[in-house]
C-alpha cells in the first residue's frame, strides 16, 4: 500500500506544480487501485523467478501435496467409499488411543493431535503395505490359482509407486483433523 500511496502522492505533486491542475478523487482512487495492481504483479514476478526453496515451496510438489506419490495415495483413500471409510476409521481409532495414551484426564483434541497422527500414519503405511503384498502375491498371472486383488487395490497400489516416498504423516493428518471436526 505505501507504493500505491507513493505513486499518488508523486502525482499530486506533479500536479501542484502545474499551476490551475489538481488531481480528482477518482482519478486518485484509480491509479491507487492500478498501483494495487503493478504491486501484485511485481510479487507474482518475484515469486515465479525466486529459488523454490527461498519461496517455502518443497522442490517436488504435486497439487498442493509433498510429492506426486503423497497426492496418488490421499486421492485414491478420499476418492473410494470404502477405502475413505477404513482412512476414517483408522483416524478415528488411533485418536481414541491418544486420548486413552494420554496422562490427562481429559485431553483436549489439539493435544492429542500430534501422537493420532503418528499413529494414523503407521496404521496406513502398514495397511497400504499389506495391501501391496496381496497385489503381488495373488497377481501372480494368469496361471496363479489365487483369486486377484479387488481392482480399487491394485490400482491404488499402482498409482502410488514408490510407497517409501509417501508422506504419511501429511496425509494421516487431513483424516485425523477430519475427525476432530466430527468431535467438535
Known amino acids: 500500500m505505501s507504493k500505491t500511496t507513493d505513486m499518488a502522492d508523486a502525482l499530486n505533486v ?3 506544480q502545474r499551476e490551475g491542475f489538481t488531481l ?3 482519478a486518485r482512487a484509480d491509479i491507487e487501485r492500478a498501483a494495487e495492481v503493478l504491486s501484485w504483479l511485481d510479487r507474482q514476478a518475484d515469486y515465479r523467478t525466486a529459488d523454490p526453496i527461498t519461496r517455502g515451496d518443497a522442490l517436488d510438489t504435486h497439487n498442493g501435496w509433498a510429492n506426486r506419490e503423497t497426492w496418488a495415495a490421499h486421492l485414491h483413500l478420499t476418492n473410494d467409499q470404502g477405502l475413505y471409510s477404513l482412512a476414517l476409521d483408522i483416524a478415528r481409532d488411533a485418536v481414541y488411543a491418544a486420548h ?8 483436549r483434541f489439539h493435544e492429542v493431535r500430534p501422537r493420532a ?4 500414519a503407521d496404521a496406513l503405511r502398514d495397511q497400504l503395505d499389506e495391501w501391496a503384498a496381496e497385489v503381488f502375491y495373488l497377481d501372480g498371472g494368469p496361471n496363479d490359482p489365487a483369486p486377484a486383488a ?3 487395490i491394485r490400482m491404488l497400489v499402482d498409482e502410488i509407486g514408490s510407497r517409501e516416498r509417501v ?3 501429511t496425509v ?3 483424516f485425523v483433523d477430519e475427525i ?3 468431535r467438535t
Open 14 to 16: 506533479i500536479a501542484a
Open 24 to 26: 480528482s478523487e477518482h
Open 100 to 107: 486413552e495414551q494420554s496422562e490427562q484426564d481429559d485431553p
Open 117 to 120: 497422527v503418528t499413529i494414523t
Open 150 to 152: 479387488p481392482r480399487v
Open 167 to 169: 508422506d504419511w504423516r
Open 172 to 174: 494421516a493428518a487431513s
Open 180 to 182: 476432530g471436526e466430527e
